[in-house]
């Protein structure tokens, strides 16, 4: 039976959720703290994420940032109040209900655990596994490593592992050069190429599997 393995955001669920909590709740609550303006917290806030950068474990993880911001609340907390915001794909939700019970489904994510969480929180029955690359691998990206040591952990060789995701590099041609069967899911159809393995709509899977 073949495992069919799904990245998170741009994937199953759209970017809101987490670019309201990078974007307006960190500098919002940064404003707060310091007694500046939003605009003055923002840029504050923004020029300290791009010293650090998305190669650096910590640029993922929400307590990081909130330690370093001295900012006197639990990020689970300001995650919970954003959970209305979380949107899942019209399209991924078709898919997902239709694949389960015909395959093992699991989830494969740079999202740290405590933003995970929540976005999957309504789906979350539909997968047997949720891996998060920063929360459990301590990985910035989905490396080789990171794709063997999942087929290990369920037990499938690289050739019966289905993988989707929205990163052309890392969910997609990283997989691809393991034997794994890759689809890159781009509906804003920003890549012209002639591939059947990349999906204008995530329900177009239902029918390559």
Request: net charge negative; hydrophobic share 35%; glycine share 4%.
């Amino acid at each position: 039976m073949k495992v069919v393995s799904f990245d998170v955001d741009g994937t199953l669920v759209d970017h809101t959720f987490v670019n309201m909590f990078w974007e307006r709740e960190v500098p919002k609550l940064y404003a707060e703290k310091h007694g500046i303006s939003f605009e003055e917290a923002w840029e504050r806030v923004k020029k300290s994420y791009d010293e650090i950068g998305d190669e650096d474990i910590r640029w993922y993880l929400p307590s990081y940032w909130f330690k370093k911001f001295e900012l006197d609340i639990d990020p689970r907390e300001v995650l919970e109040d954003l959970k209305p915001h979380v949107k899942i794909f019209p399209d991924a939700l078709e898919t997902i209900e239709e694949l389960h019970g015909r395959f093992e489904m699991i989830i494969v994510s740079n999202a740290p655990s405590e933003i995970l969480d929540i976005e999957i929180e309504e789906i979350r029955e539909y997968f047997s596994r949720v891996y998060s690359c920063t929360s459990q691998f301590r990985e910035v990206r989905k490396n080789p490593q990171t794709y063997m040591r999942v087929c290990r952990e369920i037990k499938v060789p690289p050739s019966r592992l289905v993988h989707v995701g929205d990163h052309y590099k890392f969910d997609y041609e990283v997989p691809k050069k393991l034997g794994i069967n890759a689809f890159l899911i781009d509906r804003e159809n920003t890549i012209h190429a002639h591939d059947g393995n990349i999906l204008r709509d995530l329900r177009e899977l239902i029918s390559k599997l």
